[in-house]
């Protein structure tokens, strides 16, 4: 080999590096490294030579971590040195990227592992909890909703007049909608959109009957790839259903009036399907006597699919407490109190429910203060919370593969996968778990 | 601290050197880096240390310097945007364009550079405040401080315009600089290059193309024009894939289609001595094509075309089938309509794109013209006779399809399919008897074809014919295989059995055949009814043909290939030497016409008059005599005497097929009414004329009349009733 010409030398707060101009360009144009070996900064020129030395008044040892990860793409951090230092570092170099990919890996439900446990300040039980889609997650708790970036770090809180908060959803990585109670008499709650950055409120999604802004309290979120944002909402007299509004410009667009005989309004349950684009409707006991399941198409206004169980025999192992459409499978999954799971068929109009026995676990095991179960579902992996454990399903008869448990916190009463991570919300204290799978290793 | 010392009580004070930032840390740091801004426009950045101003940035926004920070930028970068501004205002006449584009290079290196610097402001300080990021903020600031300053706006704009039209009128214009420019209006967003360059630009292109179009239809004729036409519209988009934005191509060539084709769409195409029906008739496909192409972008265009083509279409058309010189020859006539068909095929494929319109506008057109002339089925058939008889001989099997091919095109255009039908079925039969036909393969060929278009029935007795020459050929085998030894060397008799209904025969007389004849087909008559039973056979004398040897006075012999009727009458004067019109008819019964016909061809044909006439003429009389003409000679030994026969068929005869073809459509009509009543059950009058019209569309136009009368017959049959509420509705009687 020839001499090498493309050799740097950094002296950073007192401590000398070499490395060459190669491992510096994975950092990308858009970082310290970028900028300052472009042409435009004509350092390229005293580059190669090894006398020259660019000085940089910063943290020697976090620089070794951060270098080390240019070279290798893999983030190795030393117990001497704080991660939160670590971050401030990456973020001046403008590397902070480059560290939260090298984190943690694509989500694999199997392969999960218990990164850490966040402990908040708020007091109460906690209502949701909602992953963001760049690894950060918010957390409602009665009237407060708290928001975490991807390293946990926690920016200023949002409440809505502060009044009861029933739902929130990440529409992108800077906007977080919350949907809270109304206040009688005031126009206060309903929906707002925030910044996740700053909690400072953007607008207000209002709903209009009979051209006349009416107050309401909102329920649960959903939203499609069209922008829309849609909620339940349960209003003073006839506004119960589903509203619909335009996310980007915050006008209500749209209303699906609740039938009678039938439960729209204070749904517990939203779900945006995008093949057949319709919205997944699900009103669930003990909010109401009864359970009420329903797919709705905004484009002629009808329901083309329902299921209900008004009328038939209903015991506790028949009830169903939460239930997530699966497009692929064309079907509906259910889950009662005991984790059995169950399914319904769409393609039929009217469905019924199949119970699964093979999942029939926990029986006889109730802790004493449970925690309903919920569902969710992540690129073929079927997820149910049940106590102190979430477990994993795979695989095209729903097999039991994994269990997540951290029996710190208590019972589960919320959790939620986005950005390659699943959090999970406990009841007792205020702890959240942040899971994640490992970075797929070099070696 | 000695231990003998009284212990003293601690005091905690508060810490007095309180740790404060140097209050003009901000203001000192801030100066730093506006010197460092002025550095870089003044393009003066090479003593600067990137790192010191990277930190200096850094520390700013931590220390909650941010927004000062920003400030600063902004009036910083808007001063260096003014000065810039003043400069390119100052530029004088073509450098104006240059002055722009060097100062647009310049603020966008000095901007690239500026936010290397404020890489941290950028990403942590700017999207928590929602302020604009800093390379937006660059150009936003370069758009209100340069490209909208009054002095320079619309000097821009008239400067690229006149660009443009310099380069319209064929001067050579600097494309490098127009693209750097016109990039730059698009980099400061969609509506800076929508409003400040592309709406202007439309319209005075609107202008320009508008005064250039009258001018040049007034002096150039419609080829020429199209040329134009298609070359500035190549140049518009040539014009956009060099400097403009894509998007604008769709823009700028909706200008020129609308000023310089639509607007003179109608007077482009009647133009007078070169319009398209002119180009229609010289076949010039290249023009056709260039109009077809040039009208297909605007609308109504391929509709004006296509009106035009169809109108001219169907005039030629109208005049080659009631051109009176064409019916004389049947072939010819056909000749001419697949000619026509082939010209205009061509022209479609190779101007037209093979556009399915233009397609269907040429077979409505057909259709239109030639069932115009009734004789079109009849000219048909006698064209596929004249192909099946000589026309196809030595041509290769592929060509022979296509000629069929195209026959059967013609054929889907006739109205009275049943009329071709009969005739075909005419002129096979000849052909079949005669043994003329060329082709066993193309014969079959052509009827697999009709069935394909027509379906079973239309066929069934065309291929039956086919059968019973085949059975006719055994039957042949097996009566020479029991007589052959019998019958010595006596005549040689060709039956061929012919199943009745399967062939156009008329009944006839049969003629007395000659003794030596009459006994040969009584025994082959007993040897066929004796293989099979309940069987009928008349004989067809006016269909045969006989070989003849005879020895003429001077000892030549000659073979005489001639009909059944005229060989009864040459055996005739192997008994006497002179017969008058009167004797030959008593001996042999031949009908009237026919044994005149058949005279004048022995008697009148010259070179072929085997028979001598008294007295010498033209026609035949009834009293003239006949005698061996005994000095005939030919110079070859086998002579074929034809009988004189109008090919095409003569007015009665017309007449009497047209009647059969008529006969024979009522039954259909009648079968269609019962069959569409039968599941209707109750119908009013006009629904039954278009369903019944409908459903026999395939083989001919029904004629509402006739129904009216078929539907009268069958109330009289008792098979429908008229309503007795309304007169106009029809039952159907089970």
Not at chain 1, 318 to 323: L, P, Q, T
Not at chain 2, 165 to 192: A, C, F, Q, W, Y
Request: glycine letters at 6%.
């Amino acid at each position: 080999m020839g001499v090498q010409k493309d050799r740097v030398r950094f002296n950073v707060g007192g401590r000398v590096f070499e490395t060459t101009a190669t491992t510096l360009a994975n950092a990308g144009r858009n970082s310290l490294f970028g900028a300052m070996f472009d042409d435009n900064w004509d350092l390229q020129s005293h580059a190669g030579t090894t006398t020259t030395e660019h000085f940089i008044d910063r943290n020697p040892d976090c620089f070794a971590v951060l270098l080390d990860l240019l070279r290798t793409g893999e983030l190795h951090i030393p117990s001497n040195v704080p991660e939160k230092l670590l971050y401030r570092e990456a973020l001046f170099y403008g590397l902070l990227d480059h560290v939260r990919a090298a984190k943690w890996g694509s989500f694999d439900g199997n392969m999960l592992r218990l990164a850490r446990s966040v402990r908040g300040l708020a007091p109460g039980d906690g209502t949701a909890i909602r992953a963001g889609p760049d690894g950060g997650c918010c957390v409602a708790h009665g009237s407060m909703v708290h928001v975490y970036d991807w390293m946990m770090e926690e920016h200023p809180p949002i409440s809505l007049d502060y009044q009861r908060v029933n739902d929130a959803i990440w529409v992108d990585s800077d906007n977080v909608v919350i949907s809270a109670c109304e206040r009688l008499g005031r126009d206060e709650g309903g929906i707002g959109l925030f910044s996740s950055l700053t909690g400072e409120l953007r607008y207000k999604f209002r709903v209009t009957h009979e051209n006349q802004a009416k107050s309401y309290t909102g329920g649960a979120l959903s939203f499609n790839s069209d922008y829309k944002l849609f909620s339940s909402c349960k209003g003073r007299s006839n506004e119960y259903g589903i509203g619909v509004w335009d996310q980007v410009t915050g006008k209500q667009v749209d209303f699906f009036y609740e039938p009678t005989g039938w439960s729209l309004g204070e749904a517990d349950k939203l779900q945006w399907l995008h093949g057949t684009n319709c919205l997944l409707v699900a009103t669930l006991f003990p909010r109401k006597d009864n359970c009420y399941i329903s797919l709705l198409d905004f484009r002629d206004k009808s329901m083309v699919w329902l299921w209900s169980d008004i009328g038939a025999p209903l015991t506790d192992e028949r009830r169903v407490r939460d239930a997530i459409a699966m497009e692929e499978t064309r079907s509906v999954c259910v889950v009662n109190e005991y984790e059995d799971l169950g399914f319904m068929d769409l393609r039929r109009s009217v469905g019924s429910v199949r119970w699964s026995s093979r999942s029939r676990l926990m029986k006889g095991k109730m802790v004493d203060e449970p925690c309903y179960p919920k569902l969710a579902l992540h690129e073929g992996q079927l997820f149910s919370s049940m106590n102190d454990s979430i477990s994993v399903f795979s695989g095209p008869d729903w097999v039991l593969t994994s269990r997540l448990r951290n029996s710190y916190g208590g019972s589960i009463c919320d959790f939620s996968i986005g950005g390659d991570r699943l959090f999970s919300l406990h009841s007792e204290e205020n702890v959240f778990d942040v899971w994640e799978t490992r970075p797929s290793p070099v070696m | 601290m000695s231990s003998g010392q009284k212990k003293r009580n601690f005091q905690i004070e508060a810490f007095k050197h309180k740790v404060v930032v140097d209050p003009k840390y901000a203001e000192k740091t801030w100066k730093i880096l506006e010197h460092a801004i002025h550095e870089i426009y003044n393009h003066n950045a090479s003593g600067l240390s990137f790192e010191e101003l990277y930190r200096n940035a850094y520390n700013m926004v931590l220390h909650k310097f941010g927004e000062k920070l920003y400030s600063g930028l902004v009036s910083t970068m808007t001063f260096h945007l003014q000065t810039m501004s003043k400069c390119i205002e100052d530029a004088h006449g073509g450098s104006f364009l240059e002055e722009l584009n060097i100062k647009w290079s310049d603020h966008n290196k000095a901007l690239q550079m500026i936010r290397d610097i404020l890489m941290y402001m950028d990403r942590t300080f700017i999207p928590s405040t929602h302020k604009t990021p800093v390379h937006e903020l660059g150009l936003n600031l370069w758009r209100d401080n340069v490209i909208h300053s009054d002095k320079i706006q619309t000097r821009l704009l008239n400067t690229l315009l006149e660009l443009i039209l310099r380069e319209r009128t064929g001067e050579v214009i600097n494309r490098g600089l127009m693209r750097n420019i016109i990039k730059m209006l698009m980099d400061l967003g969609p509506s800076v290059y929508q409003e400040d360059f592309e709406k202007p630009f439309l319209e005075v292109s609107a202008d320009f193309y508008r005064a250039e179009s009258q001018e040049f239809i007034e002096c150039s004729d419609c080829g020429d024009y199209l040329k134009k036409a298609e070359r500035r519209l190549n140049e518009e988009i040539e014009r956009v894939s060099q400097y403009l934005d894509a998007k604008s191509e769709a823009k700028i060539t909706n200008v020129v289609e609308k000023e310089m084709i639509a607007n003179h769409m109608l007077r482009l195409v009647h133009m007078e001595n070169s319009g398209l029906v002119k180009m229609l008739l010289d076949d010039k496909f290249e023009d056709l094509g260039r109009m077809y192409n040039l009208f297909r972008r605007v609308p109504n265009g391929l509709s004006t075309i296509r009106d035009v083509m169809t109108s001219h279409i169907r005039d030629t058309g109208k005049q080659l089938v009631t051109d009176p010189e064409k019916s004389k020859n049947p072939v010819e006539f056909v000749e001419s309509l697949l000619e026509k068909r082939d010209k205009y095929d061509k022209i479609i494929s190779l101007a037209f794109s093979n556009d399915k319109t233009f397609q269907n506008a040429l077979n409505s057109s057909f259709e239109y013209f030639i069932n115009l002339n009734p004789r079109s089925p009849e000219y048909i058939s006698l064209f596929v006779d004249d192909k099946l008889r000589k026309g196809l001989k030595g041509v290769k099997e592929e060509d022979i399809e296509i000629i069929l091919d195209k026959v059967m095109m013609l054929f889907r255009y006739l109205q009275e399919k049943d009329v071709f039908e009969k005739y075909y079925k005419q002129h096979l039969a000849k052909r079949l008897l005669s043994g003329k036909t060329v082709s066993d393969d193309a014969e079959r060929s052509l009827i697999v074809k009709l069935k394909t278009e027509c379906g079973y029935q239309f066929t069934s007795k065309l291929e039956g014919m086919f059968t019973d020459m085949k059975t006719s050929q055994d039957t042949m085998q097996g009566f020479y295989a029991a007589y052959g030894a019998e019958l010595g060397n006596g005549p040689t008799l060709v039956v061929q059995v012919l199943t009745t209904g399967s062939w156009p025969t008329q009944s006839s007389i049969t003629c007395n055949l000659p003794s030596e004849m009459s006994a040969l087909c009584e025994k082959f008559r007993s040897y066929y009814l004796g293989t099979h039973t309940g069987r009928r056979l008349s004989w067809q004398t006016n269909m045969g043909t006989a070989d003849l040897r005879a020895t003429f006075g001077n000892g030549q012999k000659y073979e005489l290939n001639v009909s059944t009727y005229q060989m009864c009458v040459l055996m005739l004067f192997n008994n006497a030497d002179c017969l008058s019109y009167r004797e030959v008819e008593q001996a042999t019964e031949i009908p009237p016409s026919d044994l005149k016909r058949c005279l004048q061809s022995l008697a009148c044909v010259k070179g072929k008059n085997v028979l001598r006439k008294e007295p010498m003429s033209k026609d035949i009389g009834e009293d003239d005599a006949f005698s061996v003409n005994d000095k005939f000679t030919s110079k070859l030994r086998k002579v074929k005497i034809g009988t004189v026969v109008a090919q095409k068929e003569s007015e009665p005869e017309k007449q009497e097929t047209r009647q059969r073809v008529e006969e024979d459509r009522k039954p259909q009509i009648e079968a269609a009414i019962v069959r569409i009543m039968k599941s209707r059950r109750v119908l009013d009058h006009n629904n039954i004329i278009a369903e019944v019209t409908k459903q026999l569309q395939s083989r001919f136009l029904a004629n509402p009349g006739e129904i009216k009368k078929r539907i009268e017959s069958l109330i009289e049959r008792d098979f429908l009733e008229r309503d007795n509420a309304d007169r106009r509705l029809y039952r159907y009687l089970a």
